[in-house]
């Protein structure tokens, strides 16, 4: 049985939404950057462990998680299913399984911090009333990063960092870091290598390695006295870095030599700053969906939710809204500057993966989101 719904269903941050935080509060991220007053706070000792992850108790790391202030994938799929399409251990998924398809067809997606993407345009969404247990989301495993960051220390007062450099010998350097347009990294740190992306564009990566500084994918500037300053009259080169996640799952060591292709279920916590009403499993996959078997066939990144609690499509529902978190989806880390050591040096903003979660309004609800 099919029944006409009309839906708007929106990709949104949910720490800066209201409507959202009024019945979903913002999850803590498992590592958040320090900050006061929107600026990353840095320690008085120079070295490659120079931000806090606890509030500013210590200051003992040499990488944190923050988020951007522009997110892009390329969005393939988002499904709702009454049987679960995840197979264990690596094995292709059945998607078949899936009855109820929100989004099919390739789609640039981008999340700007505080605002909605809405993925539909207005249009009506034919749906199958049911009560599904399982959610389904592919979309491209390069995923770009646009984002700056305002360094001071713990006095408050602007701290000069350095960044990306090009042939010459000097480094960029000041306070306010931004991504540089089109600098590739990957998730694993690969060595360096040209990559197709699921939509055919080719991106070649970076080696991950402050040994040398021209990796760099952050420059920084001095010449703007405020993050307001520099958005009113950015960079021509400020733009969006990529990560492309090469690879999943845990690894301590030689991590670029290693490839794993799926994680399966497991309790996400708040890890990406988002509750996700159940347990996840992340899968690399190729363009056709099947499971990718090494880093230069995958192509896509397939997120896969088991619903603690069902999504139940019924009569009375008059909306859907998928949430994507990206709370937690900048990567920064740093090092030292080894040509000069009286600075810190931001290494590389990378991408995490993203967290979704699902809600439904109902006429019932008079307009809340559940």
Partial sequence: MKHKLLYSIFFSMLVVTAFLINTSPAEAVAEPCHKVGGKIVMGDTVDTTPVSIDGGDNYNTGGCEDEPMFYKMTGYKILLCTRDPYVAGGVSPNLNLCEAELVSGEKEIIIERGEEADMLGGKDLLLPIN?????VMIASNHLGIKHIFHAVGKNGANRNVSGYKNNSTTYTDGFICYTKSDRTTTYSGTAAATWTSS????????IENHQDPRTINNVCIGTKASEALFLADPPADWGYAYEIIDSIGSCNENCGEIFQNHEDYYDLGTDLGLSVNGDAAFMILQNDNTV??????????GYFMR??????????TTGLKVLVSTSASVALEFSLDTANTDLVQTLKVGANPFGVN???QTRRSRGAWR
């Fill in 358 to 360: 699902f809600q439904t």
């Fill in 307 to 316: 619903f603690d609690n069902p999504i139940d499509i019924t009569e009375q």
């Fill in 292 to 301: 990718a078997t090494n880093r230069t066939n995958g192509k896509k990144i």
């Fill in 199 to 206: 939509d055919d564009v080719e991106r070649t990566t970076v």
């Fill in 131 to 135: 009560s599904y247990k399982f959610g």
